[in-house]
Each structure stands twice: as C-alpha cells, then as structure tokens.
C-alpha cells in the first residue's frame, strides 16, 4: 500500500490515522489540494500551495504545517515507487483536533495529510482523445466553492447522478439559471474561434488548470473570455472542454443526449491540448536537465 504522511511523518499507509475527533473527520474543516505528477515532478505545485495558503488564510486556520512539504511530496513519491508515469498527490488540511462542538475555540494544532497513487494514464489518454458527456447537476452548486474544501458532498451526489445518467461529469447551475463549473472540473466553450469561461463570481473554483489554460491560450492568440453562460451558450457552442489537474483538458462533446459542436472533439480544443502538452514537455526537459 506504501507510504503516507501524516503530520510530519512517514508511515505505512495502512497504518495512516488521524484523531476520531479531527475536525476535517466531523465536520468537514478544512481543506485539500489535487495535483498531478509526471515522472515524479508534480505540476505547478507552487500554484496549487498558494491557492490551499489562501484559503487557509481565509477560513483561519494555521499554513505553518505546510512548511517544507515540497520535500515531503517528492520523498513520498520516491517512497511510493511514483517516479515514473503518471501519479495524483493529495495534500489535505484540517482545523485539527477539537471535541467541544462545531464551533472552533482556541487555537488548535492542524493536521496535515499527504497521499499519493499511481494514475491510469492510457484511461486518461481515451478520455482526452474521445471526449465525454456531461449532465446538468441536480443538487445545488457547493457552498463556499471559492474554496477547495472538504464539504464535498454536493460534488459527490451531482457525480452520482452523472453516473447514473452514463455521463462522465456533472455541471452545476445557480439559482438563476448560469452555467458555473462541474463536481471537479472547470468548464470553457469555444464559439466563433473565442474561449468563454464562467467567471469565478458566478460562484466556482478558480482552478489552476483553468488559469493555466487561459494563459496558455491567450500567449498562443487566442482570445480567453470571461463570461456568464447558459445552459443555451453550451448547446449551441461550436465545442467545449473540461479541466483540471487530473484529465488535463478534456473534449466535452454532449450534454444529456444533445451533442455540442459536430459531436466529437473540436479543433480548438485540440489546440488548447496540445499546448498543454507542450508545457509538460518543457517539465520534463527541466527534469533531465536537473539530473545528475
């Protein structure tokens, strides 16, 4: 099972635990960042720590354990046997320990967690060349969803849903009928040679994938709009993507059972791939470079 860290140590991850009276275990406080490895090297990890720093700054709780884990990622992916291929590291962070009710008291110690595991990148590779579906969640867009926290449970029962329906993915809408992003993913459209993306006011999280696209996009010539979108803006776009950390970025080519564009994988969204795949080329040059 390997290894995992857990508030400053290496353990065994079958022996991995946190306190029954953690607050992230009872009541979801706190936060946790998602992020890809490539042969060991984890992609814009400083962006990923910066995010999980300000919305730990946000909700109050102490960024002091975050202290070095640069170092401890890159050991437990070597502990890990994770240096080759594709991988996910998770860094969680919660309030800590605390018995006395929901209401936090004091200052309390938090807890930090470390786990990583191998990725099917030939999976990946299918999704990022065939396209998926999506769905229009049926449950309400997360609260509080500037912030990557571990209130998921929104997230979990709009994806149930997808599942059900034999989609990939879930998009969640607000009251007021405006398109704001899916259970992990952030959602772009292409109309008329222009990327339109919903804008973090719209209430979603701003992913680092989203910004890394946009600014890949935009240094290419192509123009990166932030707009409000509706469901209607998705139907009748020319194509459309989905990102994050994980799937990269991803065709999304129906909704329900109405495709969008032509119904396969569009021309921009092949761009915007391989751009993508152009700055994980430059990772890995980097990496070879540093080696000894």
């Given at each position: ?63 002091s354990?975050?202290?070095g ?85 929104p ?85 459309a ?31 915007v ?20």
């Open positions: 099972m390997g290894y995992a860290y857990v508030n400053g140590e290496m353990v065994p991850a079958e022996k991995a635990a946190v306190s029954v009276f953690d607050r992230g275990f009872l009541y979801g406080d706190g936060l946790f960042e998602t992020m890809k490895a490539y042969d060991g090297r984890v992609f814009l990890f400083r962006e990923h720590m910066e995010r999980l720093r300000r919305g730990a700054v946000a909700l109050g709780i102490s960024t354990p975050l202290k884990l640069r170092r401890a990622a890159a050991e437990l992916m070597e502990r890990n046997g994770l240096v080759r291929g594709e991988a996910r590291l998770r860094v969680t962070l919660t309030r800590g320990v605390f018995d006395g009710g929901h209401g936090p008291v004091g200052r309390t110690r938090p807890t930090v967690v470390l786990t990583a595991g191998a990725l099917d990148d030939g999976a990946l590779s299918r999704l990022r060349r065939r396209g998926v579906r999506a769905v229009l969640a049926s449950v309400p867009a997360p609260p509080l969803a500037a912030f990557k926290t571990l209130n998921y449970l997230c979990v029962m709009a994806k149930a849903g997808a599942r059900r329906a034999g989609a990939f993915e879930a998009l969640f809408t607000t009251a007021d009928g405006r398109l704001t992003e899916g259970t992990s993913t952030n959602l772009f459209i292409a109309r008329d040679g222009t990327l339109l993306t919903p804008p973090p006011e719209s209430g979603l999280l701003p992913g680092i994938t989203r910004r890394a696209v946009m600014e890949m996009a935009g240094e290419a010539g192509i123009s990166v709009v932030e707009a409000d979108l509706r469901s209607r803006d998705l139907y009748e776009a020319d194509e993507m989905l990102t994050n950390s994980i799937i990269e970025v991803v065709p999304l080519v129906a909704v329900g059972d109405r495709p969008i564009g032509t119904g396969a994988p569009g021309d921009l969204t092949r761009l791939q391989s751009l993508y795949s152009a700055a994980l080329s430059r990772l890995a040059s980097r990496r070879r470079a540093a080696a000894p």
